[in-house]
């Protein structure tokens, strides 16, 4: 396996698979699935923002889930399918830094916390910043949590379901604040984990070295 491509057990869902090879068969390219995925995060990210609150989370949820299915689909077209570019690694990491940011400053705006949900993006971007750092350094890259990309978007899509059942209910939006500050803190301490992972392992590296 691709040392910088993350696991996903999706990637053998035969309904997947199937639309991968659909897409594939039609000349679509993984770099425009990739930028796909940045226009669900919009979509999803300006409904939870600016329409009512029941048709905004439903139509973020929907967007998180489509986002998802065209990151594992843009690698299946990719790799299963011959389709690698000289660019793919770009279209790979950038659309996914904007999208992650256009739902978690979203999630902050619609509980009018936008500064922390600023916040709350910033350290899920330095989540992929220091799992790509490692892999610069020559090491696999980490893709552990406890909140790496696919954390974040569970807990984005559960407190939306939520978000709707609570707002019909109370009219009130505590789930939605609740995972901003779930993801904040997660992002930090995936953060704390995945420097930790990098130290030990260039000490191991340096130490077996020294006793070569």
Not at 14 to 29: D, F, N
Not at 81 to 101: I, Q
Request: net charge positive; hydrophobic share 50%.
């Amino acid at each position: 396996m691709d040392a910088a491509r993350r696991p996903i057990k999706s990637r053998s869902n035969q309904l997947i698979q199937s639309a991968a090879g659909w897409l594939a068969s039609r000349g679509i390219t993984p770099n425009s699935i990739s930028v796909a995925s940045i226009v669900f995060a919009a979509i999803g990210s300006a409904g939870l923002v600016w329409l009512s609150p029941v048709a905004g989370a439903l139509l973020c949820a929907f967007g998180v889930q489509l986002r998802l299915l065209c990151n594992v689909i843009d690698g299946i077209v990719a790799v299963e399918h011959g389709k690698k570019s000289a660019v793919g690694a770009l279209y790979n990491e950038l659309p996914d830094r904007f999208a992650d940011t256009f739902f978690i400053v979203a999630l902050g705006a619609a509980v009018g916390q936008t500064e922390w949900g600023w916040c709350a993006a910033l350290l899920a971007m330095a989540t992929a910043y220091i799992r790509v750092f490692g892999g610069a350094l020559g090491l696999r890259q980490d893709f552990r949590g406890p909140m790496a990309k696919q954390h974040r978007m569970a807990v984005l899509t559960i407190a939306c379901v939520l978000a709707m059942i609570e707002f019909t209910l109370w009219q009130s939006r505590v789930s939605l604040t609740v995972a901003l500050w779930i993801i904040l803190a997660g992002s930090f301490i995936t953060c704390i984990t995945r420097l930790r992972a990098i130290t030990d392992q260039l000490q191991s590296q340096t130490a077996g070295e020294e006793s070569a």
